[in-house]
C-alpha cells in the first residue's frame, strides 16, 4: 500500500530536514579537517560546490513528496 501525499510531505519534510543538517555538519567536519592548510581559493571552491551538492539529493525527496496518489477506483 502507497502512503497518501499527506503522509509523504510529513515523512518528506523530516527526512530532508535531517539530511540538510548531517549534510551541512559533514561538510563543515571535512572542510575543517582537509583544508586546513589549502589556499583560500580552494576553499571557496569546496563551498562552494558542496553548498550547492545537497540540492540534487533533496531533489528527489522532494519529488517523491510531490508526486499525485494513485487514483481510487
Known amino acids: ?16 530536514l535531517a539530511f540538510i543538517i548531517i549534510y551541512a555538519f559533514m561538510i563543515m567536519l571535512l572542510g575543517v579537517r582537509l583544508l586546513e592548510d589549502a589556499p583560500q581559493w580552494f576553499s571557496m571552491l569546496y563551498y562552494v560546490v558542496t553548498g550547492c551538492a545537497w540540492a540534487f539529493p533533496a531533489m528527489l525527496i522532494l519529488k517523491w ?9
Open 1 to 16: 500500500m502507497a502512503l497518501p501525499m499527506r503522509a509523504r510531505k510529513l515523512i518528506g519534510t523530516f527526512v530532508l
Open 65 to 73: 513528496m510531490l508526486k499525485p496518489d494513485a487514483p481510487t477506483t
